[in-house]
């Protein structure tokens, strides 16, 4: 089975104020560690990352990025379905896919691995604590929906119809997205 990976990572980070994937956590790039946690499973291939908002800057400031395929997501303004749809078409022919956000740099290997061991199932997702988080795993039946999705609500209308199976990682990770200066600060 391929499994692919798919790191979310083209919006402006309006709430944040700047470019957050270069934001500077412990002096590294946010993206970066998306990008190294998805490269350290060994599993996922290929790994393509989404770019949007200031492409150039990010693809320029986040060397991790020459290890992985871009893409960038012309229309990103319309919100993550347009980067769902410009990251699944260049996944290419995978039976699922992995799809992380660039913006959760405390979410771990292991936590990608948990659920890619979750493979086979048309969804799966981490929990955390009981409550629905990223990664989430998308079987290639899911994938082929993607023109369907609009908006910034990603892959939610489709997850509602289908079986998700859960994989609890509270005790792996931190599941905090970073979306504003304040939240950057405190860790």
Known sequence: MR????????????RFGATKQLAELDGR????YAVEHALAVGALDPIVVVLGHDAAAVRAGVPELEHVDVVVADDWLEGQSASLRAG??????VDAAVVLLGDMPFVTPQV????IGQAGHVAARATYDG???HPVLLGRQLLDRVGELEGDAGFAP???HVRVTEFEAG???DPTDIDTREELASR
């Open 3 to 14: 499994i692919g990976g798919l790191v979310l990572a083209a919006g402006e980070g309006r």
């Open 29 to 32: 790039p946010l993206l970066a």
């Open 88 to 93: 699944v078409a260049a996944l290419g022919d």
């Open 112 to 115: 990608i691995a948990g659920v």
């Open 131 to 133: 409550e629905p988080g």
């Open 158 to 160: 489709l997850l509602g």
């Open 171 to 173: 005790h792996l990770a």
